[in-house]
């Protein structure tokens, strides 16, 4: 059973800049499709970023270039470094594993299998 832990969230000003971690209770987290989601007040699930062990990345557009997805596979720990925050970031951010994998990795919530309890992220 694969269970993830996020961490890393909290309040921030326009501007600002967080990075979110999740670790993975797993053998090695480069086996898995690895992603970012988040959900706003009122809002679907949304996909933020994606990565597979290879480093194919998948972004959503509302986030290209200002944020940035990563793995350390030593330390089986997925990161979101969030810079240039806007208040339309405001949401609790999920990270989620997938068994199947794809290139590149998919962003559709309905792809993962493994979800963490989730990390408030607040911007104003």
């Known amino acids: 059973h694969v269970q993830l832990v996020e961490s890393g969230g909290g309040p921030v000003q326009v501007g600002g800049s967080l990075r979110l971690s999740c670790v993975a209770s797993?053998?090695?987290?480069?086996?898995?499709?690895m992603g970012w989601f988040r959900q706003g007040p009122g809002k679907e699930r949304e996909g933020v970023a994606a990565?597979?062990?290879?480093?194919?990345?998948t972004y959503a557009d509302s986030v290209k270039g200002r944020f940035t997805i990563s793995q350390d596979n030593a330390k089986n720990t997925l990161y979101l470094q969030m810079n240039s925050l806007k208040p339309e970031d405001t949401a609790m951010y999920y990270c989620?594993?997938?068994?199947?994998?794809?290139?590149?990795?998919?962003?559709?919530?309905?792809?993962?299998?493994?979800w963490g309890q989730g990390t408030q992220v607040t911007v104003s």
């Open positions: 989620a594993a997938a068994l199947v994998c794809f290139r590149p990795p998919p962003l559709h919530p309905t792809q993962y299998n493994y």
């Open positions: 797993v053998d090695t987290i480069g086996r898995y499709c």
């Open positions: 990565i597979v062990g290879d480093r194919s990345t």
